[in-house]
């Protein structure tokens, strides 16, 4: 399925006007943002996986997402939202000061599947995931995009964020996923 084919316009204005208002309550301390049950859709609710990254000045200020395909598009969206803007390890908690500075991002993302042979991955079109024994790492399909990598760079990479070394892709007992996603973001 097209994951862009099942979200209109409004539905995405709507996840990231939600995504945000989650994110401005938590960092603010107030009462979590409820999600009016009225403004629901069948897009809006159908289970997809979510990932929420926050840009400042164009820069990574926080990314988290969650693989839950039996959970709720917005339901995975506002609990990302809040883990990207306070609980990425990489960075400090997003502070009051900052939330007029940062850009939000949201990925949707279609279920993993098996990558039968390294050669079928494409890093414009597929996000990738690495599991090697208790290491694991994943690249949304924008990161090799942005950055202009090719396959062999984008699997090095996902190993390297796994705590893998570069070429551990290649060993027998490592298993790669591959996934689509959707991304749309707040304008400037």
């Known amino acids: 399925m097209n994951t862009s084919s099942f979200l209109t316009d409004a539905e995405q204005q709507k996840l990231l006007r939600w995504a945000r208002q989650t994110i401005e309550a938590a960092v603010r301390g107030e009462q979590p943002f409820e999600v009016p049950d009225a403004e629901l859709t069948p897009g809006l609710s159908s289970p997809h996986g979510a990932f929420v990254t926050i840009k400042k000045r164009g ?17 995975n969206v ?9 609980e990425d390890p990489r960075f400090p908690p997003l502070q009051a000061e900052e939330l007029h500075e940062v850009r939000l991002e949201i990925s949707v993302l279609e279920p993993p599947h098996e990558l039968p042979r390294p050669e079928l991955f494409d890093p414009q079109r597929h996000g990738i995931i690495i599991q090697k024994g208790f290491r694991h790492g994943l690249l949304l399909p924008k990161v090799a995009q942005e950055y202009g990598w090719d396959a062999q760079k984008t699997l090095e990479m996902v190993c390297l964020k796994a705590g893998l070394p570069p070429q551990a892709w290649r060993e027998p007992d490592a298993r790669l996923q591959i996934f689509e996603a959707f991304d749309f973001g707040e304008s400037l």
């Open 78 to 86: 506002i609990a990302v939202a809040v883990a990207s803007a306070l």
């Open 59 to 75: 820069e990574l200020r926080g990314c988290i997402g969650n693989m839950d395909f039996k959970r709720r598009l917005w339901d």
